[in-house]
């Protein structure tokens, strides 16, 4: 991969990936405060377990139906229009489900869910248009750190705002609190338009979309380590995401907490995540990554089924709060991690429509466990959905261990990477020999 020596030099790479860090930071902080906003709301007025999963599966079905086909888009399309247009979008239904509010004594559940449904279709495009922007902004030896503090920056909003959600869900009423999202796109799209977005070689090539989702289904299948690395993490999506889906529930309800104790779950799991990230992004070049994503497995395994056995008290709870901040810890070195050995197993011109074939498969589980997840809450109880979530990550982590091909995947990537930069100076030397 060619790549701008004048885009590298430390100093303008590392401006233009701080200014994007900065817009997706803003944006970032104050659409997740409205999210959070919408499910406590959801959560306050209906107090359903079955209503929130489908919130949840309204959230992720455009993850797995669109995603194979927004590969190609994001691989031929222009990468900061595309952000940009999908923020306004964002932007717009904000507007709209405000007005509807200010109008009306209630939010119409209907309207609700669409306006969910239309920002996950636009995160559908975001992250992964951002996932493969990275390597084309970062040299390749940063790109696990610069994964990293990218993932503490999402940690950051995930600790903010669920803070900062709370007190203005308290204060604010929610047609206006729902206005935040126009703000962010403001700042988002302001600070977009200073970075520098280099352009691949597939950007305006004609889009053929069956074709070009195929393809990428085959680059991904071709890659049997990556593959099998994915279909275990698609089997974990399908046990983890109706835990993950009821942590409201697991505090107003199980706990008998408040709004205010449930955004402090969501804030001590997000500063586990900022410290697990900032640790990969201080010490991030580790020679088999694959060792790190299997002590996520346990640790988020281990402390998610001891969630579910804890006693309905407020030294339960004290507990909660802890276990899910060792959870939040682990949580970056799976995700952070395999993403970086995704971007560094393909070249950026073909990323797009892989990481769209990648990410539909890990989320395809999902929808179908949210689907049990409401009744089987209100049937069984929200706390054991934390054990068999609990469980089941356990289980996958150790199945993903038992496949060589999985297990040896970073280390047969690094030494991949390792030869074909030897062979490159090797090149360089020969066609420009010292005189």
């Given at each position: 991969m060619?790549?701008?020596?004048?885009?590298f030099?430390?100093?303008?790479?590392?401006r233009?990936?701080?200014?994007?860090?900065?817009?997706?930071?803003?944006?970032?902080?104050?659409?997740?405060?409205?999210?959070?906003?919408?499910i406590?709301?959801?959560?306050?007025?209906?107090?359903s377990?079955?209503v929130?999963?489908?919130?949840?599966?309204?959230?992720?079905?455009?993850?797995?139906?669109?995603?194979p086909?927004?590969?190609?888009?994001?691989?031929?399309?222009?990468?900061k229009?595309?952000?940009?247009?999908?923020?306004?979008i964002?932007?717009i239904?904000?507007?709209?489900?405000?007005?509807?509010g200010?109008?009306?004594p209630?939010?119409?559940?209907?309207l609700?869910?669409?306006?969910?449904?239309?920002r996950?279709?636009?995160?559908?495009?975001?992250?992964?248009?951002?996932?493969?922007?990275?390597?084309?902004?970062?040299?390749e030896?940063?790109l696990?750190?610069?994964?990293?503090?990218?993932?503490?920056?999402?940690?950051?909003?995930?600790?903010?705002?669920?803070?900062?959600?709370?007190v203005?869900?308290?204060?604010?009423?929610?047609n206006?609190?729902?206005?935040?999202?126009?703000?962010?796109?403001?700042?988002?799209?302001g600070?977009?338009?200073?970075?520098?977005?280099?352009?691949?070689?597939?950007?305006?090539?004609?889009?053929?979309?069956?074709a070009?989702?195929k393809f990428?289904?085959?680059?991904l299948?071709?890659?049997k380590?990556?593959?099998?690395i994915?279909?275990?993490?698609?089997?974990f999506?399908?046990?983890?995401?109706?835990?993950a889906?009821?942590?409201?529930?697991?505090?107003m309800?199980?706990?008998?907490?408040?709004?205010?104790?449930a955004?402090?779950?969501?804030?001590?799991?997000s500063?586990?995540?900022?410290?697990?990230?900032?640790?990969?992004?201080i010490?991030?070049?580790?020679?088999?990554?694959?060792?790190l994503?299997?002590?996520?497995?346990?640790?988020?395994g281990v402390?998610?089924?001891?969630s579910?056995f804890?006693?309905?008290?407020?030294?339960?709870?004290?507990?909660?709060?802890?276990?899910?901040?060792i959870?939040?810890?682990?949580?970056p070195?799976?995700?952070?991690?395999?993403?970086?050995?995704?971007?560094?197993?393909?070249?950026?011109?073909?990323?797009?429509?892989?990481?769209?074939?990648l990410?539909?498969?890990m989320?395809i589980?999902?929808?179908?466990?949210?689907?049990?997840?409401?009744?089987?809450?209100?049937?069984?109880?929200?706390?054991?959905?934390f054990v068999i979530?609990?469980?089941?990550?356990i289980?996958?982590?150790?199945?993903?261990?038992?496949?060589p091909?999985?297990?040896?995947?970073?280390?047969?990537?690094?030494?991949?990477?390792?030869?074909?930069?030897?062979?490159?100076?090797?090149?360089?030397?020969?066609?420009?020999p010292?005189?």
């Open positions: 060619s790549k701008n020596p004048t885009l030099e430390p100093i303008h790479w590392k233009n990936f701080y200014l994007f860090l900065t817009g997706q930071f803003l944006s970032g902080i104050t659409s997740m405060v409205v999210q959070y906003a919408i406590w709301y959801l959560t306050k007025t209906t107090g377990a079955t929130l999963s489908l919130a949840m599966l309204l959230g992720m079905l455009p993850m797995v139906l669109l995603s086909f927004t590969g190609p888009l994001i691989d031929r399309w222009n990468k229009i595309l952000l940009v247009v999908t923020d306004i964002v932007a239904f904000a507007i709209i489900l405000s007005i509807t200010t109008l009306s209630e939010f119409p559940l209907w609700v869910f669409v306006s969910l449904l239309i996950s279709i636009a995160q559908t495009f975001q992250m992964p248009t951002i996932q493969s922007i990275l390597p084309t902004m970062v040299p030896e940063e696990t750190k610069v994964n990293g503090q990218f993932s503490m920056v999402q940690s950051a909003n995930f600790i903010i705002a669920p803070a900062l959600g709370a203005l869900y308290s204060i604010v009423p929610m206006f609190l729902i206005l935040l999202d126009v703000l962010g796109a403001v700042f988002g799209v600070l977009l338009l200073l970075v520098t977005i280099p352009r691949i070689t597939s950007e305006g090539e004609p889009i053929h979309l069956l070009d989702t990428g289904f085959k680059k299948f071709e890659n380590g990556l593959w099998y994915t279909i275990v993490g698609a089997i999506m399908l046990l983890f995401m109706p835990a889906s009821l942590y409201p529930l697991m505090t309800n199980y706990f008998n907490g408040s709004v205010g104790q955004g402090l779950v969501e804030v001590v799991y500063v586990g995540m900022l410290i697990g990230g900032a640790v990969i992004g010490f991030g070049n580790w020679k088999n990554r694959m060792n994503i299997f002590f996520a497995y346990a640790v988020i402390t998610i089924s001891l579910g804890l006693p309905p008290t407020s030294k339960g709870f004290i507990y909660f709060i802890l276990l899910n901040a959870a939040g810890f682990a949580t070195y799976f995700n952070t991690l395999l993403m970086a050995m995704i971007q560094q197993s393909y070249e950026p011109n073909v990323l797009g429509r892989v990481l769209g074939v990410n539909s498969l989320s589980t999902g929808p179908v466990g949210l689907l049990f997840a409401g009744p089987l809450a209100d049937k069984i109880g929200v706390e054991k959905m979530a609990g469980f089941g990550a289980i996958c982590g150790v199945i993903n261990f038992m496949i091909v999985a297990r040896n995947y970073d280390k047969e990537l690094q030494k991949k990477i390792l030869e074909e930069k030897e062979r490159e100076e090797e090149n360089e030397q020969v066609e420009s010292d005189i």
